[in-house]
DNA sequence: TCCTTAACGGGACTGTGGTGCCATTAAGGT
DNA sequence: ACCTTAATGGCACCACAGTCCCGTTAAGGA
């Protein structure tokens, strides 16, 4: 029993993925039906339906694609230089006309979906574990202590402009995506994110 | 025209936003039916569809009812015992067996509904003035410098709870709450939520 | 080149989410 | 106590998202 993913079926898939994606940014993942899909990727609304079956999947799908896809990570010199990096090119990211709604339907489909949610966290998983060679490059140079949770260092990166974008408060601009790499730095300097246990000063 | 909005008609809300706050964590955001909304709260289906006409309305309508009740902050005498306290009292509400899917619910709600965002703004924007006095109190005892952005620390505190929350990413438990409440002091302290401009040491 | 069959596409069909209509109930003022 | 009318509830109705069926297309192996 033969696999057949070439040709029509991936030129499929690829039409499917880029209408969601216009359909996602212009009318939001609420509002996005699988038939104006179809019809939109000049595809048959069955295929549609029998390759995914929900808007869900087709998000799902859409992650899997991304994750493929590696970002270069920086390398600056300094801990700060590097995540000032990272938080600027989260927050264009966010802000970006088209990918700024994508990311928000994202999260809100995989806030209801099971096989959603675990795509999105491979994919940040994944994105974390590329920038994390920052942090233990900086220990290596005795920026932070030896011991520090790289993943963590990025993670606290990230948070505030995430923070931002799902609850509205607050501005998504340069200024605050520095803001967020210095805290996070002065954070990891002070010891915050060593592992294990350590005594609060 | 006398407004009449007692008796029946707040026993009717009361009815459908505990049906709602139900149905929300049994089945999640995305299978919430206004139809099944209305028989579990015994109330008429053209009475839900007339009030609120869309599940994204119901909950901005519980989010405005949740945004009344307030929640006082903590004064333990120190900005790390305060902001720990605010820290693990996220993370119990988010890990709550009711609140924690409600609160998933209302941030994917406020991905595809503008009224949604604006309510869901408006709740984190009372929530964080609230404990915003615990950093001017610092401030005042000279934990802090003087100028530094009392809400911008507050948020800092809650934003690593959230990113678990949304991006699946890590555990989201007391020594996360901890470690954010440290990791805020600790920039604050350094100086990085000082306003406006100030040099990078 | 030919053959097998996985995958696609069109069109008819249907279950149900959402609306319109109107009689009934009960706030709230006098 | 009575009257006005805002608000509710039941029912019939409709539009359309999602399914089924079946003929057609084109991968991919021999």
């Given at each position: 029993?033969?696999?057949?993913?070439?040709?029509?079926?991936?030129?499929?898939?690829?039409?499917?993925?880029?209408?969601?994606?216009?359909?996602?940014?212009?009318?939001?993942?609420?509002?996005?039906?699988?038939?104006?899909?179809?019809?939109?990727?000049?595809?048959?609304?069955?295929?549609?339906?029998?390759?995914?079956?929900?808007?869900?999947?087709?998000?799902?799908?859409?992650?899997?694609?991304?994750?493929?896809?590696s970002v270069p990570r920086a390398d600056t010199g300094?801990l700060?230089g590097d995540l000032?990096a990272n938080?600027?090119?989260?927050?264009?990211?966010?802000?970006?006309?088209?990918?700024?709604?994508?990311?928000?339907?994202?999260?809100?489909?995989?806030?209801?979906?099971?096989?959603?949610?675990?795509?999105?966290?491979?994919?940040?998983?994944t994105r974390i574990a590329e920038w994390a060679p920052c942090v233990t490059d900086a220990a290596a140079r005795?920026e932070v202590?030896?011991?520090t949770d790289a993943e963590?260092v990025i993670?606290?990166?990230?948070?505030?402009?995430?923070?931002?974008?799902?609850?509205?408060?607050?501005?998504?601009?340069?200024?605050?995506?520095?803001?967020?790499?210095?805290?996070?730095?002065?954070?990891?300097?002070?010891?915050?994110?060593?592992?294990?246990?350590?005594?609060?000063?």
């Amino acid at each position: 029993m033969p696999e057949r993913p070439g040709g029509r079926t991936a030129r499929v898939r690829a039409s499917v993925l880029r209408a969601a994606g216009d359909l996602l940014v212009e009318s939001g993942f609420a509002r996005l039906d699988l038939g104006d899909l179809a019809r939109r990727a000049e595809v048959g609304k069955t295929t549609v339906y029998r390759r995914w079956g929900s808007v869900t999947a087709v998000v799902t799908d859409m992650l899997l694609e991304m994750a493929v896809e590696s970002v270069p990570r920086a390398d600056t010199g300094s801990l700060l230089g590097d995540l000032r990096a990272n938080a600027r090119l989260v927050v264009r990211t966010l802000t970006d006309r088209r990918q700024g709604p994508l990311f928000k339907a994202m999260l809100a489909a995989a806030t209801s979906d099971v096989d959603t949610a675990e795509a999105l966290k491979r994919f940040y998983a994944t994105r974390i574990a590329e920038w994390a060679p920052c942090v233990t490059d900086a220990a290596a140079r005795g920026e932070v202590p030896a011991d520090t949770d790289a993943e963590e260092v990025i993670r606290a990166v990230s948070a505030p402009l995430y923070y931002r974008l799902v609850t509205g408060t607050g501005e998504l601009d340069d200024a605050v995506a520095d803001r967020a790499a210095e805290a996070a730095v002065a954070a990891a300097k002070a010891g915050v994110f060593r592992r294990g246990e350590h005594a609060l000063d």
